[in-house]
């Protein structure tokens, strides 16, 4: 599958999925214990993600945290646009996770590529400035205003949310977002209990009939939470076992926090998965991937 992004058409698979890091600039994140204040720590945070497998970066500054307030928009501007247009300037495919129409077009006249909207087009805006821009568009699934706490129930969540996905692909369609730009993530932890976002998950794959890309943003969340007792930053194992799920389900695009631990996981899958031989990327000559180096003084 192909998504087009600002003037670059980027090819997703299910077999291999997109790995797409995160990197917060805010102060009040939802899962992500690391502050980082300087343009520096921001841009060595994201150098690393990209080493270790990251083909997007995901930048945002206001969480979704419902215990603290929206932040100003003149704010958030100015804690993105510096690290998206200097990752930008270094060839990075950059994703701005915004829900406000004047921040995403911000972030898109300094070089982001894709705006991550985690509102259901709060702002219908927003779809205005992807089609203008070119950037790919994530359409996400939430019944709640964001940062704010609203359990709607459903009588199937699953239906709920192929429903709404409907209605935002042809909200965008309408506002001129072509349908090659458009992302899809089913929102879970959104308006969603943990067990509603087990069951959309269980049923990821009812939502490939919109033959678009499917996002997975599956790290450290508190559904994971709930199902093991452990919290945001010891939910690795947890995540993993999501991706796997969801990458079997039919997701393209996993987006994490450990971008390291899922590209070697994702590698190993894909290993075992294959049927010719195996891309094996170590070095044969280095002993260290064999044994520990021997204890000094012992035999």
Do not use: C
Request: charged share 20%; proline share 5%; aromatic share 4%.
């Amino acid at each position: 599958m192909k998504v087009s992004a600002a003037g670059r058409l980027l090819e997703v698979d299910a077999t291999r999925p997109a790995i797409m890091g995160i990197v917060n600039v805010g102060d009040d994140s939802v899962a992500d214990p690391l502050r980082l204040w300087t343009l520096e720590d921001q841009m060595e945070a994201a150098r690393a993600q990209l080493a270790a497998g990251a083909t997007i970066i995901d930048i945002g500054a206001q969480s979704g945290r419902t215990d603290t307030g929206i932040m100003p928009a003149q704010r958030e501007i100015e804690l993105l646009t510096p690290l998206v247009g200097a990752l930008a300037a270094e060839g990075a495919v950059v994703s701005v996770d915004t829900w406000r129409a004047e921040v995403a077009q911000a972030a898109v006249e300094v070089g982001a590529a894709i705006i991550n909207d985690v509102s259901g087009l709060a702002e219908p805006e927003l779809a205005a400035v992807a089609a203008r821009s070119g950037a790919a568009l994530v359409l996400m699934h939430t019944r709640a205003a964001p940062k704010t706490v609203s359990f709607p129930g459903y009588e199937d969540p699953v239906t709920d949310v192929a429903r709404m996905l409907e209605a935002l692909v042809e909200q965008a369609r309408q506002a001129g977002v072509r349908e090659e730009q458009i992302i899809l993530d089913p929102g879970l932890d959104f308006a969603k209990t943990p067990q509603e976002s087990v069951q959309v998950l269980r049923r990821l794959g009812e939502l490939q009939r919109f033959g678009r890309p499917l996002l997975l943003a599956v790290s450290r969340k508190y559904f994971l939470g709930m199902l093991t007792g452990r919290g945001p930053v010891d939910r690795l194992a947890g995540t993993l076992a999501a991706v796997s799920f969801g990458v079997d389900a039919g997701a393209q695009i996993v987006r994490v926090h450990d971008v390291a631990e899922t590209g070697d996981f994702l590698a190993v899958r894909a290993a075992l998965q294959g049927k010719g031989p195996a891309e094996m990327v170590g070095d044969p000559e280095d002993h260290t991937l064999k044994w520990l180096p021997p204890k000094l003084g012992v035999a």
